[in-house]
């Protein structure tokens, strides 16, 4: 099993950012899977789920900027930042559900600053 | 939301001791279909989180079996029988009741 995680950068304030975090060893659509983040410094954060059926949830902190998404096809999991904000700067992280076996990737910078 | 408080925040302990480590959640973690919706996550330094207990007191697979994981529907405690120099890091309850999924603070296991 593996997540691994990209697309993290450094972007200016108000920019758009695609995250990908390609999965093997499970199918992403038959597991809940989590972006979390993790910004310098600090403790962890959750940002935003998918459940198998395909429902949504989202932080409020980031609740109509970003989204969640997923690709049967290419077994991946998608995280598109809208709008984004310096307080954004972090490492995110895709998770799977902890009884679905709590798999983390390693994580991808994104560093939002002019 | 619910809050999930931890402690204690540092904990410096002797290698071959026990340790323990507490969460306490705003809301009842218990549903009706018997889980516990709490999660303990190992963050060792300069890695990605790791999973040590999914359910309240399932071991994650691989996890040496010196961590323990039990609680009530709102209190909940971590267990390492014997500390190890390798389980230095930093601890993190997580409660996946309801969204928003909200961590505790995070305790950072030392060696003394």
């Known amino acids: 099993v593996q997540l691994v995680e990209s697309g993290g950068r450094l972007i200016q304030p108000g920019g758009s950012l695609r995250l990908s975090c390609a999965a093997s060893?499970?199918?992403?659509?038959?597991?809940?899977m989590n972006w979390f983040r993790q910004a310098p410094g600090r403790g962890l954060d959750w940002v935003a789920l998918?459940?198998?059926?395909?429902?949504?949830a989202y932080a409020d902190s980031v609740k109509g900027r970003f989204a969640i998404s997923r690709d049967s096809s290419t077994n991946t999991l998608y995280l598109q930042m809208n709008s984004l904000r310096v307080e954004d700067t972090a490492v995110y992280y895709c998770?799977?559900?902890?009884?679905?076996?709590?798999?983390w990737g390693q994580g991808t910078l994104v560093t939002v600053s002019s | 939301d619910i809050v999930m408080t931890q402690s204690p925040l540092s904990l410096p302990v002797t290698p071959g001791e026990p340790a323990s480590i507490f969460c306490r959640s705003s809301q009842s973690l218990l549903h009706s279909n018997g889980n516990k919706y709490l999660d303990w996550y190992l963050q060792k330094p300069g890695q990605s989180p790791q999973l040590l207990i999914y359910l309240g007191s399932n071991r994650a697979s691989g996890v040496p079996d010196r961590f323990s994981g039990s609680g009530s529907g709102t209190d909940f405690t971590l267990k390492i029988s014997r500390v190890e120099a390798e389980d230095v890091g930093t601890y993190y309850c997580?409660?996946?009741?309801?969204?928003?999924?909200?961590f505790g603070q995070g305790t950072r296991l030392e060696i003394k």
């Open positions: 060893g499970f199918t992403v659509g038959n597991n809940y």
């Open positions: 998918i459940y198998s059926g395909g429902t949504t």
């Open positions: 997580m409660q996946g009741r309801q969204t928003p999924i909200t």
């Open positions: 998770g799977r559900d902890g009884a679905g076996g709590g798999n």
